[in-house]
């Protein structure tokens, strides 16, 4: 069974720039998680969706990120414009139901300059 | 509430047993444990869903007090493959999950 896959593995920008990450979960599952993790961190919920509807968004900072899970399956997380602050890994989580095992993908380290 | 997690970090040698705490000071509902490994992403070592609980695979097992709001971890006779960083997260009924800050473990040999 292929796991949780994120691209880019790797990006650095500059701040005020614009970036989008990309996430393909486990097929079949339907609740889809982005997490930010800075540095020596636990990771912090953005954006949970189940299907393609969205369950939580509370800590996601809407003036600049943005996400959306188009057909319930594939993800997408945008920043616009980045701040330094937003240096982190940004992993992709997925899982059959809610609160059940989560599967997280291998991130995308995000560096802001 | 972000869950507090003891100790902050941990070395022991191959053998050695160690405990990681976790404690919240809201109700919780569900405690969740994941393992993550330096530059990779967190794995899922287990759920406890209800007070009293007590899970267990291999040699990491824990438990979940539901009245002291508190969960517990406990790794047995550690391998070297134990290294890493524990994260519990919990919630509450309906919730998101909230992950503590982390327990660093590190195995000597």
């Known amino acids: ?113 | 509430q972000q869950p507090v997690q003891s100790p902050q970090a941990v070395i022991l040698r191959e053998g050695e047993d160690a405990v990681i705490n976790c404690s919240s000071s809201k109700a919780l509902y569900s405690v969740h444990w994941y393992r993550q490994k330096h530059g990779e992403a967190p794995v899922f070592l287990m759920i406890l869903l209800k007070g009293g609980e007590q899970k267990g695979h291999d040699k990491i097992s824990a438990s979940f007090n539901e009245k002291k709001q508190q969960s517990s971890l406990y790794l047995t006779a550690s391998q070297l493959s134990y290294s890493g960083t524990y994260f519990c997260g919990t919630s509450n009924r309906d919730d998101k999950i909230i992950f503590g800050k982390g327990t660093r473990l590190h195995i000597l040999p």
Not at chain 1, 38 to 56: A, E, H, Y
Request: charged share 20%.
């Open chain 1, 1 to 113: 069974e292929a796991g949780v896959a994120q691209s880019p593995r790797y990006k650095i920008i500059e701040k005020r720039q614009s970036v989008a990450f990309w996430c393909n979960p486990i097929s079949g599952h339907a609740t889809l998680y982005w997490y930010q993790q800075i540095l020596g961190q636990g990771p912090k919920l953005l954006i949970q969706f189940q299907n393609n509807g969205v369950v939580d968004d509370s800590q996601l900072p809407k003036d600049r990120f943005s996400a959306e899970r188009l057909k319930g399956v594939d993800s997408t997380l945008k920043i616009q414009p980045a701040k330094l602050e937003d240096s982190a890994v940004y992993l992709c989580a997925s899982s059959s139901r809610n609160y059940n095992e989560q599967f997280f993908g291998p991130g995308t380290r995000l560096t802001v300059l």
